[in-house]
């Protein structure tokens, strides 16, 4: 009994001492902030790189219009672009360029307060350097412009431009390496 009673409080002495000398207080997980409101221009950290087109932010939005995406981190769809789906050339070189730019990285999201189908918030991605990533994309031919959804001018000009210079998915002899 004599050796099991100092066995134990030995444990518990070397224990306090590291929580309380050790000299690194306890890892406490930061929480995510919720809103039921979007703020316009939105800035917030991202998260995780969905596709090429598609961002999600360290937000969670309770509010409407997100649907099934309710309570969960806010997703940004590029608006007026559209990058190429997954398995098809250039999926990832257009997502690697996002993840380049905006991963971890706390960005301004410029919205009208409109969501897709799928909860989605649509609007342009402004990185801290002022470049607009929706732009990025088209000109380096890794988006096209979304005419079905989109009729800005200047998102046809930087397809025309991209088209013309055959860069990225308007490259005909490369458009198989772009895997």
Same mark, same amino acid.
């Given at each position: 009994m004599h050796f099991t009673f100092f066995k134990t409080h030995r444990f518990l002495a070397v224990f306090v001492f590291i929580i309380f000398v050790g000299g690194s207080s306890p890892v406490v997980a930061q929480a995510i902030p919720k809103t039921d409101k979007v703020p316009n221009p939105l800035k917030?950290?991202?998260i995780?790189?969905?596709?090429g087109d598609t961002i999600e932010l360290k937000l969670i939005y309770t509010g409407k219009g997100?649907?099934?995406?309710?309570?969960? &981190?806010?997703?940004?769809?590029?608006?007026?672009?559209?990058? &190429?789906?997954?398995?098809? &050339?250039?999926?990832?070189v257009a997502k690697q360029l996002v993840a380049d730019r905006c991963f971890r990285q706390?960005?301004?999201i410029r919205h009208k307060g409109e969501f897709d189908r799928y909860g989605r918030?649509?609007?342009?991605?402004?990185?801290?350097?002022?470049?607009?990533l929706n732009k990025t994309l088209v000109e380096n031919g890794?988006?096209?412009?979304?005419?079905?959804y989109?009729?800005?001018q200047e998102y046809a000009a930087l397809e025309?431009?991209?088209q013309q210079q055959k860069i990225g998915i308007w490259n005909p002899s490369t458009v198989n390496l772009g895997k």
């Open positions: 917030a950290e991202v995780a790189i969905q596709d997100a649907g099934q995406r309710t309570g969960k &981190p806010i997703r940004i769809r590029f608006l007026h672009i559209n990058c &190429p789906e997954r398995g098809r &050339p250039y999926y990832n706390t960005v301004e918030l649509l609007g342009e991605v402004v990185l801290k350097n002022g470049e607009v890794l988006a096209v412009h979304f005419k079905k989109s009729s800005d025309k431009k991209a």
